[in-house]
C-alpha cells in the first residue's frame, strides 16, 4: 500500500520511511530538500534495500500532489514538511504561516478532490504551553502559544478539526509529539541540524564531538527537583513506529469522517541534568557544560500521559532514553568520521 510521506527526508520523516518498510508499506517521499540533505535516501537505502521512490518537490503544489496521488495510488498521507525554527518563526511569521498551513490547505483539498482519505498531522506538544497539570492528556487545555512556529500547529489541528465537523470525508490523526531524540541504530540516518543546533540533544553530540566548544544549560533555578527543565524524550524510531499504528489504525475504521488527536511521549519526564549525566554515563565521555541563564519561551516541564495511545492504538514506546543517547552518539561518531 503507497503512503506519502510529505517531508520524508527529514528527521522524524526518514525514521518514519523506516518503519513504514517494515510494517509492509510502500512510502513515497515528496521531500524538496530545504532542510534536509540528498545523503538520507543513501541511508535509507542501505537500512531497507532499497531507495524509496522521491519527489523532490515542494509540497504547497496542488499539481504536484494531483500528480503524485494519480501516479502512485497513494491511500494515505503522513505530512510532515513544516518549517520548525521556534526562534526563526518569530523574524518570519508569513513565511511560516504560508508554509506551515498553506501546505495543509491545498493538501486536504487535494486529497478530497483525488478520494485519498487517511491523513496523520504532525503537531507538538508545545500546544500545552506550561501546563497546569503533570502529565498532560489529550484534554489538557491547549494554551495561547509562545512562537508563530506553535500557533501554525494549532491553527493546523483546528483546521484539521473543521474540516471534519463540516462532514468531510477524511480520515485524519493528529500526533503531538514530545521531544523525539536519537537515531537508526545503524547510524545510516539521524537528525542533521544546519548551523548552530538550537535543540539539547544536537547540541550535546557535538560538543562531545568536539565540534561545540561546551554546552550551556539554559537555567537551574526552575522549581524541578535539580533546578532545571524537564522534558518527555522519545526515541524517534519509537516516534516513528506510531505513525505507523496511526495508519494501521486509521485504514482499520470503517467511518467516512474522523478526527482525534493523541500524545506521543514515553510518559517519563527526564531533566536536563539527568540527560547530560545520562550522556556521560552511555558514550563514556565527559561533556562539556556550564549553567547560563533560562531561554525565553522555555516551560519548567511538560511530559505526556501515554494512555489513550497505548489504549486506542495499541502502540507504546520501547526503547529508553540511554538507548536514544547511545544511538545519537554513534549518528554523531559516523558523521564526523565521514566529514
Ligand atoms: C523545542 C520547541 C518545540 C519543538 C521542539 C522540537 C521551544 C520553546 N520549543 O522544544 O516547540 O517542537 O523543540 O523541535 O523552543 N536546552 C539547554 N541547552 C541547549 C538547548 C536546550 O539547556 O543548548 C534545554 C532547554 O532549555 C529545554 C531542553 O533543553 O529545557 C530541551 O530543549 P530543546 O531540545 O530545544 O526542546 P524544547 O525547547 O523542549
Same mark, same amino acid.
Given at each position: 500500500m503507497n503512503i506519502l510521506v510529505t517531508g520524508g527526508a527529514g528527521f522524524i520523516g526518514s525514521h518514519t520511511v523506516v518503519a513504514l518498510t517494515e510494517a509492509g508499506f510502500r512510502p513515497i517521499i515528496l521531500d524538496d530538500f530545504s532542510n534536509s540533505e540528498k545523503s538520507v535516501l543513501d541511508g535509507l537505502e542501505q537500512i531497507t534495500g532499497s531507495k524509496p521512490t522521491t519527489y523532490a518537490e515542494n509540497c504547497h503544489n496542488r499539481e504536484t500532489l494531483r500528480r503524485i496521488f494519480k501516479e502512485e495510488k497513494i491511500e494515505g498521507v503522513i505530512h510532515f514538511a513544516a518549517f520548525k525554527a521556534v526562534g526563526e518563526s518569530m523574524q518570519k511569521p508569513l513565511e511560516y504561516y504560508d508554509n506551515n498551513l498553506g501546505s495543509l490547505i491545498v493538501l486536504l483539498q487535494t486529497m478530497l478532490e483525488c478520494g485519498v482519505s487517511n491523513l496523520i498531522f504532525s503537531s507538538s506538544c508545545t500546544v500545552y504551553g506550561e501546563p497546569d497539570e503533570l502529565p498532560v492528556t489529550e484534554k489538557t487545555p491547549v494554551k495561547p502559544a509562545s512562537s508563530v512556529y506553535g500557533n501554525t500547529k494549532q491553527i493546523g489541528e483546528e483546521i484539521l478539526h473543521d474540516t471534519i465537523e463540516a462532514g468531510n470525508a477524511l480520515k485524519i490523526i493528529s500526533l503531538r509529539y514530545f521531544n523525539p531524540i536519537g537515531a537508526h541504530p545503524s547510524a545510516a540516518i539521524g537528525e542533521l541540524p544546519r548551523g548552530v543546533p538550537s535543540n539539547l540533544v544536537p547540541f550535546m553530540i557535538q560538543t562531545a564531538a568536539g565540534l561545540r566548544e561546551s554546552l550551556t544549560i539554559?537555567? $537551574? $533555578?526552575?522549581?524541578?527537583p535539580d533546578g532545571t527543565c524537564i522534558r518527555d524524550y522519545i526515541h524517534v524510531l519509537d516516534l516513528a513506529e506510531a505513525h505507523v499504528a496511526a495508519l494501521q489504525f486509521l485504514l482499520k475504521k470503517d467511518v467516512s469522517g474522523y478526527y482525534d488527536i493523541f500524545n506521543v511521549g514515553t510518559g517519563r519526564g527526564a531533566s536536563v541534568m539527568e540527560l547530560i549525566k545520562s550522556f556521560e554515563q552511555v558514550a563514556g565521555v565527559p561533556l562539556n557544560y556550564k549553567l547560563g541563564p533560562r531561554r525565553s519561551g522555555d516551560v519548567t516541564a511538560v511530559y505526556a500521559d501515554v494512555q489513550k495511545c497505548t489504549e486506542q492504538l495499541g502502540w507504546k514506546a520501547k526503547r529508553s532514553m540511554q538507548d536514544a543517547l547511545a544511538d545519537a552518539w554513534r549518528w554523531q561518531l559516523a558523521i564526523t568520521a565521514q566529514r
Open positions: 539554559f537555567g $537551574d $533555578d526552575y522549581p524541578t
